[in-house]
């Protein structure tokens, strides 16, 4: 065994020593986070305990706060998961690098794990090209089967080209090549009503609760394809006959979207699940159907935050939190762009909701 290799593991034992089963448990569900710059932070965010390779990324001397060294939204995020017991990864730009900050709830504080930001892959964009192309083309062949007077098989092929568009925007964010965020002024209840009116002509009821408006810098494409995704995942287990709520709401420095159902809900072990960040299923094709990941990778792109609850009432909420305003967008545009433009009268509701409603919804006029 190298010299590197036995010291690494000694400073790896001297870290977790006489720590809490839980945040060694934490450690054991982030896979490779034995081999990551950690930090133990309190409830104070005070760090207890760093290993060697994280004081070059915080300092060089232990209980020290992090608030003097973070971003105030990441110090907030923190919290946050602290708060709720939820995980989560975030996109962060320090000390001129750009990482992927773990934030897993342990004991009365938690574990942070520094991981060098996921590199994207080009092939992924490239492959994503040539999926839309074949979506375009099923959209075309679905005309011509309109004119044709077939339009049940129209319909279908539709719907089967919305499901291509979904993954591909999905997998697109989550893999490909970044680009640019579009950050703009959004007003938070002028989305959701938007967004109520494209569900009620799909023949989707829903209730909206809003106070006042609420003005936030984001990236309102992006932002509303999660919310939408969120809406498909209530249809999806409730069905269209499940009564939505989508709030607006303030809390603290951010503002708050809440997608609520009042269907059958889900066991602890799915809410633990889609809550989970480290589990394997909600990072690789195919887990929840990218839709999880991809709604909670657009929270992280804001330095915000998704969380799953049981509603007393019954039924399950999503809550998406959006910081109000990003001091450091620049060090977070990691976004991709959300295709909506192949064909007219396709939009977001169009893709996200593929997989919750019927063809029916996608016949032509």
């Given at each position: 065994m190298s010299a590197d290799i036995c010291g690494r593991d000694a400073e790896i034992e001297v870290f977790f020593d006489g720590l809490p089963q839980d945040v060694l448990y934490?450690?054991?569900?982030?896979?490779?986070?034995?081999?990551?710059?950690?930090?133990?932070?309190?409830?104070?965010?005070?760090?207890?305990?760093?290993?060697?390779?994280?004081?070059?990324?915080?300092?060089?001397?232990?209980f020290y706060s992090v608030e003097g060294i973070l971003p105030e939204q990441v110090c907030e995020t923190i919290r946050q998961c602290?708060?709720?017991?939820?995980?989560?990864?975030?996109?962060l730009h320090l000390r001129e690098n750009q990482w992927e900050l773990h934030i897993v709830p342990a004991g009365?504080?938690?574990?942070?794990?520094?991981?060098?930001?996921?590199?994207q892959q080009a092939g992924v964009t490239m492959a994503a090209a040539r999926l839309r192309d074949c979506a375009q083309s099923l959209l075309f062949e679905a005309e011509g089967l309109d004119q044709d007077h077939q339009p049940d098989k129209a319909a279908n092929m539709r719907q089967q080209a919305m499901r291509i568009l979904r993954?591909?925007?999905?997998?697109?964010?989550?893999?490909?090549?970044?680009?640019?965020?579009?950050?703009?002024?959004?007003?938070?209840?002028?989305?959701v009503q938007?967004?109520?009116?494209?569900?009620?002509?799909?023949?989707?009821?829903?209730?909206?609760r809003a106070e006042k408006e609420i003005v936030f810098r984001g990236d309102e494409r992006l932002i509303c394809a999660a919310l939408m995704t969120l809406i498909s995942n209530s249809l999806r287990h409730g069905g269209t006959d499940t009564k939505l709520v989508l709030s607006v709401e303030q809390v603290g420095n951010s503002v708050s979207f809440g997608v609520m159902d009042y269907g059958q809900g889900l066991s602890d072990a799915a809410l633990e699940r889609m809550n989970d960040?480290?589990?394997?299923?909600?990072?690789?094709?195919?887990?929840?159907?990218?839709?999880?990941?991809?709604?909670?990778?657009?929270?992280?792109?804001?330095?915000?935050?998704?969380?799953?609850?049981?509603?007393?009432?019954?039924?399950t909420a999503a809550?998406?939190?959006?910081?109000?305003?990003?001091?450091?967008?620049?060090?977070?545009?990691?976004?991709?762009?959300?295709?909506?433009?192949l064909t007219s009268g396709i939009g977001v509701s169009d893709i996200e909701l593929s997989d919750a409603l019927g063809a029916d919804a996608y016949r032509g006029e």
């Open positions: 934490a450690a054991y569900r982030g896979l490779d986070a034995m081999l990551r710059p950690m930090a133990y932070v309190s409830e104070q965010l005070m760090v207890l305990r760093q290993t060697e390779s994280c004081r070059t990324i915080l300092a060089d001397v232990g602290m708060q709720t017991g939820t995980e989560q990864r975030l996109p009365q504080g938690a574990l942070l794990v520094f991981a060098p930001a996921m590199k993954q591909v925007n999905h997998m697109q964010l989550l893999f490909g090549t970044p680009e640019p965020m579009r950050w703009s002024e959004c007003q938070a209840c002028r989305m938007d967004m109520v009116r494209q569900l009620t002509d799909k023949g989707v009821h829903a209730v909206v960040t480290w589990e394997k299923a909600d990072a690789v094709v195919g887990g929840w159907g990218l839709g999880v990941p991809y709604a909670r990778r657009i929270a992280a792109m804001h330095g915000g935050l998704l969380l799953f609850v049981r509603r007393q009432e019954g039924g809550y998406l939190r959006i910081p109000l305003h990003i001091e450091d967008a620049e060090g977070m545009e990691s976004g991709s762009d959300y295709q909506t433009f």
